[in-house]
């Protein structure tokens, strides 16, 4: 005789439809990792389209409007407004009050400055001139300017015989070197009228240029060749080639070269070594930030 007991609600057996409610419910729980991914995935892409953003409207130095920065970095009006109004709350960019364009804002550039100190521009600058002087066997230099003369803040040796034994932190002279010439003619015209009213453009052999007229000459050769040559105008005995280092902002920030023994840089070697000591230079301008050397030339 079978027991009319109901059996307890815990013990009923699950219907199909029941199992199949749970293991919908089951699969749609929230997952808390997860969630963490998926917040960190949306914070890594707003931080990539703000630097896109940044990196766009530092392209434009006449600044920008809403609507073609939108269309440069593939966003929606709205999205691109509150990340650049973001950046504009920063600091790192702002917008002109009439025209509404965005421009780079001062912060960016005292950053970018604090990057760029002695330090940083050595460090950045070594690695690139030990593979100069590897493949030239030459010595290579890294300079800057120093009140009317410049200083060379790094330098590397090669594997050729009678190296230049100059240390780091010399100081020489910009007329008649081919790092100083690379400065000068990065200077605008009236910074070089007021560089030739105070210095006296002294030789240091017979070979320097000691007439403005003819220095005046080099240097629009060399603005308009970007290379300059020191033909043993500061040590008889050696010659050299420079080219210009840009920084981001396209300006001449150093003068990269090398130097090797008048007997073993003949004019066919120089030109052949041109190429290489631009090369690096390239290397050396993007490591500083430059976009497009070329153009900055």
């Given at each position: 005789m079978?027991?009319?007991t109901?059996?307890?609600?815990?013990?009923?057996?699950?219907?199909?439809?029941?199992?199949?409610?749970a293991?919908l419910?089951?699969s749609?729980?929230?997952?808390?990792?997860?969630d963490?991914?998926?917040?960190?995935?949306?914070g890594?892409?707003?931080?990539?389209?703000?630097f896109?953003i940044l990196?766009?409207v530092?392209?434009?130095r006449?600044?920008i409007?809403?609507?073609?920065?939108s269309?440069?970095?593939?966003?929606?009006?709205s999205?691109t407004f509150h990340l650049a109004?973001?950046?504009?709350?920063l600091?790192y960019m702002?917008?002109?009050?009439?025209?509404?364009?965005?421009?780079?804002?001062?912060?960016?550039?005292?950053?970018?400055a604090?990057?760029?100190?002695?330090?940083?521009?050595v460090?950045l600058?070594?690695?690139?001139l030990?593979?100069?002087s590897?493949?030239?066997?030459?010595?290579g230099?890294?300079a800057?300017?120093?009140?009317?003369s410049?200083v060379?803040?790094?330098?590397?040796s090669?594997?050729g015989?009678?190296q230049?034994?100059?240390?780091?932190?010399?100081?020489?002279?910009?007329h008649?070197?081919?790092?100083?010439k690379?400065?000068l003619a990065?200077?605008?015209?009236?910074?070089?009228?007021?560089?030739?009213?105070r210095?006296e453009?002294k030789?240091?052999?017979g070979?320097?240029?000691?007439?403005?007229?003819?220095l005046?000459?080099?240097i629009a050769?060399?603005?308009?060749?970007?290379?300059?040559?020191d033909?043993?105008e500061?040590h008889?005995e050696?010659?050299?080639?420079a080219v210009?280092?840009?920084?981001?902002?396209?300006?001449?920030i150093?003068?990269l070269?090398?130097?090797?023994?008048i007997?073993?840089?003949?004019?066919?070697?120089?030109?052949?070594r041109?190429?290489?000591?631009q090369t690096a230079?390239?290397?050396?301008?993007?490591?500083?930030g430059?976009?497009?050397t070329a153009k900055?030339?």
């Amino acid at each position: 005789m079978k027991s009319r007991t109901k059996p307890k609600t815990s013990e009923k057996p699950a219907t199909p439809r029941k199992t199949a409610v749970a293991r919908l419910v089951q699969s749609n729980a929230p997952n808390i990792d997860d969630d963490a991914e998926e917040r960190q995935r949306g914070g890594v892409q707003s931080l990539g389209r703000a630097f896109s953003i940044l990196e766009e409207v530092a392209r434009h130095r006449e600044g920008i409007s809403l609507a073609e920065l939108s269309k440069l970095v593939g966003l929606h009006n709205s999205t691109t407004f509150h990340l650049a109004k973001t950046l504009v709350t920063l600091g790192y960019m702002r917008q002109e009050r009439d025209s509404k364009r965005y421009r780079v804002g001062r912060p960016l550039f005292a950053l970018a400055a604090s990057a760029l100190d002695e330090i940083e521009m050595v460090n950045l600058a070594t690695p690139v001139l030990e593979d100069l002087s590897r493949e030239t066997g030459e010595s290579g230099h890294f300079a800057v300017r120093m009140g009317d003369s410049v200083v060379v803040i790094a330098r590397t040796s090669g594997s050729g015989a009678f190296q230049l034994t100059d240390r780091v932190g010399v100081v020489r002279p910009a007329h008649c070197t081919a790092l100083g010439k690379i400065i000068l003619a990065s200077l605008r015209p009236d910074q070089l009228k007021r560089f030739l009213e105070r210095v006296e453009l002294k030789p240091s052999t017979g070979k320097s240029i000691t007439d403005p007229a003819v220095l005046l000459r080099e240097i629009a050769e060399i603005r308009r060749s970007a290379i300059a040559i020191d033909d043993g105008e500061y040590h008889a005995e050696v010659r050299c080639i420079a080219v210009p280092v840009y920084n981001f902002t396209g300006d001449v920030i150093g003068a990269l070269g090398i130097s090797g023994p008048i007997w073993r840089m003949s004019d066919q070697v120089l030109k052949s070594r041109a190429k290489l000591v631009q090369t690096a230079a390239a290397r050396l301008s993007a490591e500083f930030g430059a976009r497009d050397t070329a153009k900055s030339s």
